[in-house]
Nanobody
Framework: QAQLVESGGGLVQAGGSLRLSCEAS????????MGWFRQAPGKEREFVAG????????YYADSVKGRFTISRDNAKNTVYLQMNRLKPEDTAVYYC????????????????WGQGTQVTVTS
């Protein structure tokens, strides 16, 4: 059974950094595009960043561009999200997801989801 497990969330002050990891198991995800999404209380889940299966193409939401970096290590079946210069508005549950086809930005196009990891940024 395919599974995605996120880790690395926590509590950090504004301006700080965190690195999220998402480890895949149960199947090889090297042929899957991967994405990070987040959901704040009372808000819809939103796209944060995406990466192609090879890692050669990356995509970011305007709100995180220049602060967050997505990367992957296919040998480890792991995708990362480096988050720098964090802001209180980055507070949310962060989810990783995997897909074969479709649109990077579309939640419904992803086939597998992790359980999420909480990121809280204090001012």
């Amino acid at each position: 059974q395919a599974q995605l497990v996120e880790s690395g969330g926590g509590l950090v002050q504004a301006g700080g950094s965190l690195r999220l990891s998402c480890e895949a198991s149960g199947r090889t995800f090297s042929s899957y595009a991967m994405g990070w999404f987040r959901q704040a209380p009372g808000k819809e889940r939103e796209f944060v960043a995406g990466i192609s299966w090879s890692g050669g193409r990356t995509y970011y939401a305007d709100s995180v561009k220049g602060r967050f970096t997505i990367s992957r290590d296919n040998a480890k079946n792991t995708v990362y999200l480096q988050m720098n210069r964090l802001k209180p508005e980055d507070t949310a549950v962060y989810y990783c997801a995997a897909r074969i086809g479709g649109n990077y930005y579309a939640t419904l196009d992803y086939d597998y989801w992790g359980q999420g990891t909480q990121v809280t940024v204090t001012s």
